[in-house]
């Protein structure tokens, strides 16, 4: 019997995130998360979705002729038969790309898929504790994220980047939360930051809501 996912949404569009944006994307949104970040984005994604067999799934991507395929959540690797579902899609010489939270098992995907592994910043809600373990199954190809609510924050992740040596290790990510009226980061703070203290770190904002808006799903 072939194995079947929760999917929220599958669609095509831009990365806009990690050093792949603006990198022409199939993404498999799948459903369920056992995380409730302060900032969350996609809130629709923690219920609902679609049984759907790794056949159709892979079959839907296929028909978006892309070369990345991003698998994100909620939290993907909740799902058991997400390895099922990235085995197949090596099997159609895709590359991939897994974004996580980092609180689940990544050990199973090291060196099958591009792991974005975000780690918990307090302003998010909740606590980063797997993902340290989790840091000795990475390859250097992958990527660690923090998403920054503000100056708390930034002191935080800036004191585990240099606890960790992450920044030897990976490419390393700092991500402001998107400034809409009153919440959210400024681009420019995090920026001036980031060259005030020399970190060797990425500063990345989310592309996609710069192209289509915040509301908007499916992009």
């Not at 609902?48 to 395929?69: A, D, K, N």
């Amino acid at each position: 019997m072939d194995e079947r996912l929760k999917i929220t949404e599958i669609f095509h569009s831009i990365q806009g995130e990690s050093t792949l944006a603006g990198e022409r994307f199939s993404f498999v949104r799948l459903t369920g998360c056992p995380l409730r970040c302060t900032y969350c984005d996609t809130t629709y994604s923690y219920t609902g979705g679609q049984w759907r067999t790794v056949h159709e799934i892979v079959t839907e991507v296929l028909t978006h002729q892309t070369r990345w395929v991003c698998i994100t959540g909620g939290e993907p690797l909740v799902q058991k038969n997400c390895l099922a579902l990235v085995n197949a899609l090596r099997s159609h010489d895709l590359n991939i790309s897994i974004e996580t939270d980092g609180e689940e098992d990544v050990a199973p995907y090291a060196g099958l898929a591009k792991i974005i592994l975000d780690i918990k910043t307090p302003g998010s809600g909740e606590l980063a504790e797997r993902a340290f373990a989790n840091l000795d199954h990475l390859k250097a190809t992958d990527e660690i994220k923090f998403v920054l609510t503000g100056r708390v924050d930034y002191e935080w992740a800036k004191t585990v980047v240099t606890t960790h040596r992450l920044d030897a290790r990976f490419t390393v990510l700092f991500s402001p939360v998107f400034k809409t009226t009153q919440d959210g980061l400024e681009l420019k703070s995090l920026a001036d930051w980031i060259i005030a203290d020399s970190l060797n770190v990425r500063l990345q904002t989310q592309l996609h809501k710069h192209i289509w808006g915040t509301d908007r799903r499916g992009v």
